[in-house]
């Protein structure tokens, strides 16, 4: 069984700019979450979808957003592109979302300059 | 606003011993833990769930669960160097996804 698969891996972007990335979750699995991880604060919550809704939302700004697809593949867009927002973004999937373990894709690593 | 904490370490050990890394956890309503291990440059995978009150063992780690303290720990035996990783705990309740901790960096020297 395929696990969750994020692309791409690497991302090199310069301020102001935006970027999408890309997440097929495990076959069956309905429920998809975004975090963003960083050195310092750890693995932060950006968003749950299921069933092509936005469940769960974290505390960032609205220049991150993200949609999923019919067939539970998720994309997170970053608008404007700050600094700061160099980061490890990892999705995870799972079954329903709620109370359940989760799967974490290999991460997109995103770089700004 | 639910949190989930940990000791951040670096937690170092010899290779054979016995850690004990421990979490609270603030929202009572939690009813799902896991641990997950993280390896430098790689993503989380869960490595242990508990749901009840008690312990519950997988080879080498054991979770324990206390509700009443908002406490819980994961034991790891005969540890190696192999185990050196960061330590994620994640705490779940409703139809929430698990808020997680910063994770404790384990070392484990040969």
Redo the contacts between chains.
């Keep these: 069984k395929a696990g969750v698969t994020q692309t791409p891996r690497y991302l090199i972007k310069t301020r102001g700019q935006q970027v999408t990335l890309s997440c097929s979750p495990i076959s069956g699995h309905r429920?998809v979450?975004w975090?963003q991880q960083t050195p310092g604060?750890?693995?932060q919550?950006l968003f749950?979808y299921f069933s092509e809704t936005q469940?769960?939302k974290g505390n960032f700004p609205g220049r991150f957003s993200g949609r999923q697809f019919s067939n539970s593949r998720s994309e997170m867009n970053v608008s404007t592109l700050e600094l700061g927002d160099s980061a490890l973004y990892?999705c995870a999937s799972?079954w329903t979302?709620?109370?359940?373990?989760?799967?974490?894709?290999?991460?997109t690593q995103l770089s700004v300059l | 606003q639910k949190e989930v904490e940990q000791d951040p370490g670096p937690l170092s050990v010899p290779e054979g011993a016995i850690v004990s890394l421990n979490c609270t956890y603030s929202d009572r309503g939690s009813q799902s833990f896991f641990w997950y291990r993280q390896y430098s440059g790689k993503s989380p995978e869960l490595i242990m769930s508990i749901y009840s009150n008690g312990d519950k063992e997988d080879g080498r780690f054991t979770a324990q669960l206390n509700k009443a303290s908002q406490y819980v720990s994961l034991l790891i035996r005969d540890s190696q160097p192999s185990d050196s990783a960061t330590y994620l705990c994640a705490a779940s309740g409703g139809s929430y996804i698990p808020t997680f901790g910063r994770g404790t960096s384990l070392i484990v020297h040969p």
Excluded at chain 1, 97 to 107: D, I, M, P, W, Y
């Design positions: 429920s979450s975090y604060q750890g693995l919550f749950e469940r769960n990892l799972s979302g709620s109370n359940e373990k989760l799967f974490f894709g290999s991460g």
